[in-house]
């Protein structure tokens, strides 16, 4: 079939190579389709430029790949689908094609997400082998269900997709980008916020991540930047793939997530010596008073980290029903003394429909704070504010470790570099 794979994602502080598009069209391409990307990135007039691509390739089939609701924070926040349903609007004036789409947006919600877009069809978790399955069904005739579950079809753990050949890097790496990898998919974490909680976990083959970064290195990528939602998910895993990295010796320098636990010294001496410049650590004081981790094991990260050299930054997410002011004062006074190289505040709790927290308070208001925002199905942005602005900066108390997000369009790793 004639597929178009669309990138919508015009967010460009910084802006994303489509990583998903990506490793997508190399799973099309290996089943014989006829593929062409049209990344509306950097377009002066992105409808007119999608038309135009479209008129001329015909396609039978137009994925849009969605990588975010929303900029996921609460000051300045920037709403993204209305401008994805603008460009699937112009994909069916231009063109009779099915719609399909896919990407980590589903996850806050794949019929609400499928429904807001007026799409034919969506892909809910890894598309690399659910997609071509329902291309298949439409090839032969079959009538398949609207949402098509990615994750009953996951990914092939041993498969390198090509890379460099279907997206151009140059516009993204001259405006603050860098190329991205991903080693997994799923978490094993139970974040009550967080939408990727809970999701089934499955890791790429070490060697197949090596011969990817290889390639991406041949392109001149020296500097990368992993996209997993947590490197460390198993110790095991994440260890065999450092020793395998670090035998390859591709001079690559990387940055990633983690969180707090697990980790330990060895962990540390392999990331540095495969060539990981910086993490970001995600830190909210839900998990710390539910005892998922405690204020010793940050200091235990920070200072192993600091040890190898490996620069830390963490991602500070506070506020939420319960936090007590005190508690958050002791946090902040922590994190000053363990001294991280920056610390991203982060005081809107963003409320997604199926998380546990979304849940609670839909059936429950919480008794302090108020909710922001107005969506039944919570597409639309609806955030919990229990401190304000000033809360905030009280707290960081003017030092300038600390940066309420949202007040700067910088990234971790830009803050790092």
Not at 281 to 289: G, K, Y
Not at 330 to 337: H, P, S, Y
Not at 367 to 374: A, F, N, V
Request: aromatic content about 8%; proline content about 6%; overall charge negative.
């Amino acid at each position: 079939m004639r597929v178009a794979l669309i990138n919508p994602n015009r967010y460009l502080e910084p802006p994303v190579i489509p990583l998903g598009i990506e490793y997508l069209a190399h799973y099309l391409e290996r089943e014989r389709h006829e593929i062409r990307v049209i990344d509306l990135a950097f377009a002066d007039d992105p409808e007119a430029a999608l038309g135009e691509a479209l008129r001329d390739f015909d396609p039978q089939v137009a994925g849009f790949s969605l990588r975010n609701l929303d900029t996921s924070l609460f000051y300045d926040n920037v709403f993204l689908l209305d401008t994805s349903a603008a460009l699937i609007s112009a994909c069916r004036d231009a063109c009779e094609a099915r719609v399909v789409v896919g990407g980590s947006a589903l996850l806050a919600g794949p019929r609400e997400v499928m429904d807001y877009l007026d799409c034919d069809f969506a892909v809910y978790g890894p598309g690399e082998l659910a997609f071509p399955a329902l291309l298949r069904d439409l090839e032969r005739g079959a009538a398949p269900p609207r949402l098509r579950d990615g994750w009953s079809h996951s990914f092939d753990a041993a498969e390198v997709p090509r890379r460099g050949r279907w997206v151009d890097y140059a516009p993204y790496l001259s405006r603050r980008g860098i190329a991205g990898f991903a080693t997994q998919v799923g978490c094993l974490g139970k974040c009550s916020f967080c939408i990727e909680a809970c999701l089934p976990w499955k890791p790429r083959r070490p060697r197949a991540v090596v011969e990817e970064l290889a390639v991406l290195r041949e392109q001149g990528c020296e500097e990368l930047h992993l996209c997993d939602c947590e490197f460390n998910q198993d110790l095991d895993t994440a260890k065999e793939l450092l020793r395998q990295m670090q035998e390859t010796r591709l001079g690559l320098s990387w940055s990633l997530y983690m969180k707090p636990l697990p980790h330990d010294a060895k962990l540390f001496r392999m990331l540095a010596a495969a060539g990981a410049a910086s993490v970001t650590l995600s830190v909210d004081s839900h998990s710390l008073a539910a005892g998922a981790y405690s204020l010793a094991d940050l200091g235990s990260f920070i200072a192993l980290a600091r040890q190898e050299g490996i620069r830390v930054a963490v991602d500070l997410l506070v506020g939420f029903p319960g936090d007590k002011r005190e508690g958050l004062r002791g946090l902040f006074d922590f994190l000053r003394e363990v001294g991280p190289d920056t610390v991203g505040v982060s005081a809107g709790i963003r409320v997604f429909k199926y998380t546990q927290l979304g849940k609670v308070m839909r059936e429950n208001a919480p008794p302090e704070g108020t909710l922001e925002g107005e969506d039944p199905d919570y597409v639309r942005p609806v955030y919990f504010s229990l401190l304000t602005l000033e809360d905030c900066r009280e707290l960081a108390g003017g030092d300038p470790l600390f940066r309420i997000e949202g007040l700067e369009r910088r990234s971790n790793y830009e803050r790092l570099s």
